[in-house]
């Protein structure tokens, strides 16, 4: 064999992505407000958000206006120097946020910030072991794998990482038995997003937190999809829960790559100096897409809201047929109906009709519509998903 014949050839045009995820077969290309547009010209009703992230919906001006005059100064910047406008942020979201949780660190995912959670919960307490849900979901880098329990994502990749115990959801009894040792954390969703939006019982959160406290376990709230969506700055607030460590994202920038891990300050004080780090992360771009997103979230009106826009999705959903319709639950604008039938058909109508909808599982049919859906818009989306769903039944 020549040297030259070692030499790869250039130009075969056949790159592609990987088929990682099922195709929607819509090409989207532009939005505004509540509204896709795909590359035919067709206008679709959004209840996805681009899976809860674009919570103040599509091309929403305060952000494109915020995003447009960072490009033009400094789109790019290493957290080793120091920024105005990722010092906005901080300021920005530290006043939604419980005074205990006194420091940020920036990523760019949710996974990448339950892998900060993951190092913080091990150098804070000097332990190893954590446990997480059955059927919640946490990412897919491998530490946050590790804490997410569905065997098909875990599977393929096996052995992850060591000492995580996986208990029931919403069961306190099952977590203070797993707790009898020493264990580093305890990670829980107040909602459970991918496992079919599961809201536990009243009572529960604040269980875990005294759980927590007495086995000198941290907590770590994993608000990733939560974090604004259900009327409240964080799902947690519902039950005056205050977590060690909270992981946000998804929709704290509008759409734009953006997550951070806060703490509380003695956590946040054990992470010795270089223990994290990203050379994307906290950029002026995308912290300037995060100060206008969270001033705007931080308004109380927009809360109310967000209540009043869940309060009548569920009472519109509540009266579908039992035949069919197993549950209607949720909080806010994060609503998942659960099915007695395998939830895709539907899912497939009702793209077909114009209204984009999401999958949590075989079958539920999951809903996070941007937070500034009008209530005529939603409406209509809800009474086209009714339609379908009470043929479904009939059929």
Request: aromatic share 4%; glycine share 12%; net charge neutral.
């Amino acid at each position: 064999m020549t040297a030259a014949s070692t030499i790869p050839t250039v130009g075969g045009g056949a790159l592609r992505p990987m088929s990682l995820l099922a195709g929607r077969s819509i090409s989207l290309v532009s939005g505004h407000g509540s509204t896709l547009v795909d590359a035919t010209g067709r206008e679709y009703i959004d209840l996805v958000s681009n899976y809860g992230v674009n919570v103040l919906g599509h091309a929403h001006p305060a952000v494109t206006a915020a995003i447009t005059e960072q490009a033009a100064l400094l789109p790019s910047a290493h957290q080793s120097f120091g920024s105005p406008v990722r010092d906005a942020f901080v300021a920005a979201l530290g006043a939604t946020l419980p005074r205990e949780l006194t420091q940020v660190c920036f990523v760019n995912s949710g996974s990448e910030a339950l892998e900060v959670a993951i190092k913080l919960a091990r150098v804070a307490t000097g332990r190893t072991r954590i446990i997480a849900m059955h059927r919640g979901y946490h990412g897919r880098t491998l530490g946050a794998l590790s804490l997410t329990s569905a065997a098909a994502y875990r599977d393929p990749f096996a052995p992850l990482l060591p000492g995580v115990v996986h208990v029931p959801y919403d069961d306190l009894a099952a977590l203070e038995e797993a707790l009898e040792g020493r264990v580093a954390a305890v990670v829980v969703e107040p909602i459970q997003g991918e496992a079919g939006v599961r809201v536990p019982h009243h009572g529960y959160l604040r269980g875990v937190r005294e759980l927590c406290s007495a086995a000198g376990a941290l907590l770590v709230t994993d608000e990733v999809q939560t974090g604004f969506r259900t009327g409240s700055v964080l799902a947690a607030d519902h039950d005056r829960v205050v977590p060690d460590i909270l992981c946000l994202g998804k929709g704290i920038a509008n759409g734009l790559p953006m997550a951070v891990t806060v703490c509380t300050e003695a956590v946040g004080a054990s992470m010795p100096r270089g223990g994290h780090g990203s050379t994307f992360a906290g950029s002026p771009l995308v912290c300037a897409a995060g100060a206008a997103t969270v001033g705007l979230l931080a308004d109380p009106a927009l809360s109310a809201r967000v209540r009043a826009s869940g309060a009548m999705a569920m009472e519109r959903l509540a009266v579908l047929p039992g035949a069919i319709v197993r549950e209607v639950r949720g909080r806010g604008l994060m609503i998942g109906i659960d099915l007695r039938t395998p939830a895709g058909p539907l899912i497939a109508e009702a793209q077909r009709r114009g209204v984009l909808v999401l999958g949590a599982g075989r079958t539920v049919i999951r809903l996070l519509p941007p937070l500034v859906i009008d209530e005529v818009t939603l409406a209509t989306a809800l009474d086209c998903l009714a339609e379908i769903i009470e043929g479904a039944a009939a059929a």
